[in-house]
């Protein structure tokens, strides 16, 4: 045998990683963990067993928290709060600079603790798991460094619960741990039941850094646990990652409590080769997208979508390199892949794949918690598991002829996390990148994360971000103290026509006036109790008509900002040179302040006509040679319940960021602006605003409010209504897990009601990464 031939045919020997020191660890634990509250451990009380999904091998007893355990957790938190936040930024970059020291000293035992705990390969959690969670905490470090200077208003949000998932145990923990705490809140953490561990060698990092009790918070437990952490009254932030089932119940639960959320789900993430892509390089690319953790990834790139052109000559590449990955101890540093996380997870892999009827291709795998690289193929687009997150290291395939055709099927599910395109023709790939519906998107690589760059999903797969600047945001809200609404209900004549021709404002849909379907009209009163005016009354029906009319305009969104500007800016005109009618209008409501009220809103058009062409997103410094672009892209359809307190001003103040970003918009008034809204028709058909972008319902925001939230056609539902309608749209909108902005019945003042706050709202981050070299 030559030399040549025996490079050729050699096989890996083992290369195992030494377990003692982190068995060691749990030792001297005295292998039975409490949870850590206010800065210590407590006593154990009722434990279950935590084992290595590898060798079935019991690993330690770890504490069920009780009702009390979770009081208590959320009481020091609570009681630590405002010392740690009044510490100042740069205070507490030191005690995240040195988590991010610590974390890296121990790099090894955080590596192998997580390794035996979760069945992940050595390889991934030492090489891409610790060295990504020191990153976090130096990152936002500096973003506590930063934060008076560049996020002057903002504060923290106070106790933030988090629940995390068993697939990246330590890793998200450090995506919710460290913005939180940079930003001077406090955290309850529940760590999942299956992989505690590593949390809990964390608390033991905590006490090493110094940081002040009850900064960080950890309660361990199964889903009971994390449901009542969640639902708790103390608890002011719920960030939680995890399935899209789970989060719509997390939604639904917190509906109308005023907590902020932020929700990273579940996946179906596309994996797109395009007949002019590295074929070799697009199938080393597959095995990371879908066998990196086993497939128990939530952005896994678990549906191939080939070219009919190269699709056999991929696959049989594709299926010559799935022999040759190696599946097996997870600290053996030859691994590929390692162990399912637990008995339950893999029955469920194996129950899903055993219903298909699609042609299997398996490779080989050994006995225990193991589950082989599988391949299905000839499968149709409504099939389960085209559709259904199998959370395993199964890959489904399919063919498309054209781009456009690839992008459909791309955005054929109801996820919306990540996506990866592959082509050597960069035109190609920069004209698939924006069009797909993903929060991430990765051209020619995968699986690339960074703390600087944002991450999260739209759809079902959940809304915020985490990292980058935008990560910010959703543990900070803006300084002072709102005040509850107070709006006095003008007095209500007899019944009698308004003076002049019998008129009644009707609806404006799709670019015209329209009757209301339910033929019904109200009488708008003035500040004396005069009638000035009827409106019609919007139903469902009228409700449907509205977004269907949104939903055509979808070239708005396509359209230049520089043109959306222009548009914003001739509504302004035209709405000054009719200020006299429509202050008059707003004096007959209110009783005064008309002028001024107009002058504001004309301002404010003038405002977002300015920031149309100027909030467009940026690029990320990451540690890589390539880009990961920020681009600020229209959540979609956005309906929304306007202020009473302005008629006119609150009902620009919300259709004017949302249109700028190019969202079209479903807009219900206030009563006070009822009339006010029905006179600004003229002035939209007179702007050259392309019909169905902006649509105007009157009627009851409390009929409405359900069946707007409800809508599987509507992104996005905002309230500044003085009905107490914010649990309502909440509760309901989990159905699609759609964005929502609620007041929760607290006032806001309009004069100064305008920036960044609102054209985040009215935006998604699309993060796109282009590696440029080596």
């Known amino acids: 045998m030559s030399v040549k031939d025996i490079y ?122 610790v060295p990504l969670v020191a990153r976090h905490f130096y990152y936002h470090a500096g973003m506590a460094q930063l934060m008076e200077a560049e996020l002057p208003g903002r504060a923290a949000i106070g106790v933030c619960g988090q629940v995390i998932p068993w697939n990246f145990p330590l890793l998200m923990l450090a995506w919710k741990v460290a913005p939180a705490l940079a930003m001077g809140n406090t955290v309850v953490l529940k760590p999942a039941e299956w992989t505690s561990l590593t949390a809990l060698l964390f608390a033991d990092i905590c006490r090493q850094a110094g940081l002040p009790a009850g900064v960080v918070n950890i309660v361990t437990g199964d889903g009971r646990v994390g449901a009542e952490l969640v639902a708790h009254e103390g608890i002011d932030k719920v960030a939680f990652t995890g399935s899209t089932e789970v989060g719509r119940k997390i939604r639904a639960a917190t509906a109308g409590q005023g907590k902020a959320l932020t929700l990273e789900l579940g996946g179906k993430s596309p994996f797109i080769v395009f007949e002019d892509a590295d074929l070799d390089s697009a199938v080393e690319g597959l095995v990371d997208a879908i066998w990196f953790n086993g497939g128990q990834v939530c952005c896994a790139g678990s549906r191939l979508l080939v070219q009919e052109g190269v699709a056999e000559r991929f696959h049989a590449k594709l299926k010559a390199r799935m022999k040759s990955l190696r599946v097996g101890d997870p600290l053996d540093k030859c691994i590929d892949v390692g162990a399912i996380v637990h008995p339950e997870q893999l029955a469920r892999i194996r129950a899903l794949v055993a219903e298909t009827d699609g042609e299997v291709f398996q490779t080989a795998a050994p006995e225990g918690c193991y589950y082989p690289p599988t ?98 945001q959703a ?143 940026d690029l990320r410094q990451v540690p890589m040679r390539g880009m990961a672009l920020a681009v600020r892209e229209p959540v979609g359809v956005i309906g929304a319940f306007c202020p009473e307190e302005a008629p006119l001003l609150g009902l620009i103040s919300v259709m004017a960021p949302a249109i700028a970003m190019g969202n079209r918009v479903v807009l219900v008034p206030g009563q006070a602006g009822a009339l006010s809204a029905t006179d600004l028709y003229q002035v939209l058909d007179t702007s050259d605003l392309p019909g169905g972008v902006v649509n105007i319902l009157t009627g009851d925001p409390a009929e409405l409010a359900p069946v707007m939230a409800k809508h599987l056609d509507i992104d996005a539902v905002w309230s500044f209504s003085a009905a107490d309608i914010s649990a309502v749209i909440e509760r309901e909108g989990a159905g699609n897990l759609k964005r929502t902005w609620v007041n929760n019945g607290m006032g806001r003042d309009w004069e100064q009601a305008e920036g960044r706050e609102f054209l985040e709202q009215a935006t998604e981050v699309k993060t796109v990464w282009v590696p440029y070299g080596a």
């Not at 955005?411 to 990148?433: C, F, K, M, P, Q």
């Not at 799709?510 to 109200?522: E, I, M, S, V």
Request: zero cysteines; hydrophobic letters at 40%.
């Open 8 to 129: 050729e045919s050699m096989d890996y020997g083992p290369a195992p990683e030494a377990a003692g020191d982190a068995l060691a660890w749990v030792v001297d634990q005295g292998s039975r963990f409490g949870h850590f509250i206010d800065g210590a451990f407590t006593k154990p009380g009722e434990t279950f067993e935590t084992t290595s999904p590898a060798s079935g091998e019991v690993l330690a007893e770890v504490s069920q928290a009780s009702s009390a355990d979770i009081d208590a957790a959320v009481a020091a938190a609570r009681a630590a709060q405002g010392k740690w936040e009044k510490l100042g930024g740069k205070g507490r970059a030191r005690y995240l600079y040195a988590l991010a020291r610590l974390v890296q000293k121990h790099s090894r035992l955080f590596a192998v603790l997580e390794t035996l705990d979760s069945g992940k390969p050595i390889r991934e959690a030492r090489d891409i798991d």
């Open 375 to 472: 391949l299905i193929e000839g499968l149709h687009t409504a099939d389960k598991l085209m559709q259904e997150e199998i959370f395993g290291p199964v890959l489904v395939s399919a063919t498309f002829r054209t781009p456009a055709e690839a992008v459909q099927l791309a955005n054929n599910t109801r996820y919306g996390l990540a996506a990866s395109v592959w082509s050597e023709n960069i035109n190609v790939a920069l004209d698939v990148a924006p069009k797909l519906v993903a929060g991430v998107v990765w051209i020619n690589g995968t699986n690339m994360f960074d703390a600087a760059a944002g991450f999260g999903g739209v759809r079902e797969s959940g809304f915020g971000r985490e990292g980058g600047w935008e990560g910010l």
């Open 475 to 617: 543990y900070t809200r803006p300084a002072g103290k709102a005040k509850a609404l107070k709006l006095k209900v003008p007095e209500v004549g007899a019944p009698e026509l308004p003076e002049g021709l019998d008129r009644t404002a009707k609806l404006y849909v799709g670019g015209k006036q329209a009757r209301p379907d339910g033929g019904y009209t109200r009488t708008v009163w003035g500040k004396s109790g005069k009638a000035i005016g009827q409106v019609g009354i919007a139903n469902r029906k009228d409700l449907r008509n509205a977004v269907e009319a949104a939903r055509g305009a979808a070239g708005w969104s396509g359209a230049t900002a520089h043109n959306r500007a222009q548009v914003i800016y001739y509504i302004a005109e035209n709405l000054e040179a009719r200020a006299d009618e429509f202050a008059a209008r707003i004096d007959a409501v209110t009783g005064k302040g008309g002028k001024a009220e107009v002058e504001a809103a004309v301002s404010r058009l003038f405002s977002y006509g300015a920031w149309a062409d100027k909030f467009g997103g």
